[in-house]
């Protein structure tokens, strides 16, 4: 009966991780749109990011904090996160081949000044938590002691109508104490 179990407990496991076509897919699906800051109240679990002055005048407004849009006749999803801020940064999310799909990759086009490539990251992520990793063989800043966005982990929740976008930041090869990290409301 034991042996069964482990064998049950490998099989959901190994079911539940998505390929990065499916997330890619599902990510076209459940995030194109505008969506808000939400309100100080609700900005738990970040590092104080939704502080900074050029932010702070967002949270809790109806004013577009990110939004998504899908480019290219379908094949890539633009990111735009705090459009018309000094903080404005853009990641584009798309398959290595589109009919394909062997690989989800992005580019972060950061305020730090640099462009962390990453790739989906299939072992740990869900259809409602999809992380990214920084990709040490495409983007030297991965592997260098530059501050960088690290990790880009979405979560979505509440019936796909909030999510918790965490830019995880590494600094001298470590990960640093101060990540950017906000809350958003579907518009």
Same mark, same amino acid.
């Given at each position: 009966?034991? =042996? +069964? &179990?482990?064998? #049950?407990?490998?099989?959901? *496991?190994?079911? /539940?991780?998505?390929? $990065?076509?499916?997330?890619?897919?599902?990510?076209?699906?459940?995030?194109?749109?505008?969506? =808000? +800051? &939400?309100?100080? #109240?609700?900005?738990?679990? *970040?590092?104080? /990011?939704?502080?900074? $002055?050029?932010?702070?005048?967002?949270?809790?407004?109806?004013?577009?904090?990110?939004?998504?849009?899908?480019?290219?006749?379908?094949?890539?999803?633009?990111?735009?996160?705090?459009?018309?801020?000094?903080?404005?940064?853009?990641?584009m999310y798309h398959c290595d081949d589109f009919k394909e799909c062997n690989q989800l990759?992005?580019?972060?086009?950061?305020?730090?000044?640099?462009?962390?490539?990453?790739?989906?990251?299939?072992?740990?992520?869900?259809?409602?938590?999809?992380?990214?990793?920084?990709?040490?063989?495409?983007?030297?800043?991965?592997?260098?002691?530059?501050?960088?966005?690290?990790?880009?982990?979405?979560?979505?929740?509440?019936?796909?109508?909030?999510?918790?976008?965490?830019?995880?930041?590494?600094?001298?090869g470590e990960r640093a104490s101060k990540h950017t990290i906000y809350h958003f409301d579907?518009?």
């Amino acid at each position: 009966m034991k =042996k +069964l &179990s482990i064998i #049950s407990l490998m099989a959901l *496991t190994l079911f /539940a991780q998505m390929t $990065p076509k499916e997330a890619y897919d599902h990510m076209v699906k459940v995030l194109p749109g505008e969506w =808000k +800051l &939400s309100p100080a #109240s609700q900005q738990k679990d *970040t590092t104080g /990011a939704h502080n900074h $002055p050029a932010v702070k005048r967002l949270l809790g407004t109806d004013k577009t904090a990110m939004e998504y849009e899908v480019i290219g006749r379908g094949s890539s999803l633009k990111e735009e996160l705090l459009p018309g801020t000094i903080r404005h940064m853009v990641t584009m999310y798309h398959c290595d081949d589109f009919k394909e799909c062997n690989q989800l990759l992005a580019t972060h086009y950061c305020a730090k000044q640099n462009q962390p490539s990453f790739i989906f990251n299939t072992k740990e992520s869900t259809k409602t938590r999809l992380i990214f990793d920084c990709d040490e063989d495409r983007s030297e800043v991965c592997d260098s002691d530059e501050p960088h966005v690290h990790h880009i982990i979405l979560e979505l929740s509440d019936d796909y109508n909030h999510l918790k976008a965490s830019y995880i930041v590494y600094e001298e090869g470590e990960r640093a104490s101060k990540h950017t990290i906000y809350h958003f409301d579907k518009k």
